[in-house]
């Protein structure tokens, strides 16, 4: 049991680096599908917590503030990709500090959830 718990936090965290790294080409100027980028319930880590944290951990605080965050970063990933397409590409660039404190958050609320799975709280 524990392995597959492993397992699935590990996917969980690729999943959230996947986003990063999708995001990261947008800005860079790469033709990447824009809507996992801008859309929290059509990125996969997004379906993730849908499916799986809140489905099974929704009674932990911090499965909520996950999925608030998660929503947060794809507002803020929102913002930074319009300004790259309005061509303000550095100031959009210099905007993943930002991204990068969400995701920050994020890998801490995954690593506190998965340890409340393992305690079985």
Known sequence: MTDDLKQEFDAARIKHLHFKSKLRSFLYGSNTDEAPIRDPTLCSFGQWITG??????GHLPESRELDAV????????????????????????????????????????????EAAARSGT
């Open 70 to 113: 998660h929503i947060k970063i794809h507002q803020e990933a929102n913002r930074l990709m319009d300004m790259a397409q309005q061509g303000q590409q550095d100031a959009a660039i210099a905007g993943l500090t930002e991204i990068n404190r969400l995701a920050d958050q994020i890998m801490q609320l995954l690593r506190t959830i």
């Open 52 to 57: 799986y944290a809140l489905a099974r951990y």
